[in-house]
């Protein structure tokens, strides 16, 4: 994220909410495997880095 000069607000249209954001950065939940998914489409990097 750093490298694009992203912060947390950006994954909201990704992830959903800002909620779901906040608790995958905040309170450290699990990334489930459709986000997981999303992220590696907007990220463009494979699905692995987010398992």
Do not use: H, N
């Amino acid at each position: 994220m750093d490298a694009r000069d992203l912060d947390k607000s950006d994954l909201i249209p990704v992830l959903g909410t800002e909620t779901e954001v906040e608790k995958v950065f905040v309170s450290g939940r699990a990334i489930e495997i459709d986000e997981a998914r999303k992220l590696a489409d907007f990220f463009q990097v494979d699905i692995s880095l987010f398992l």
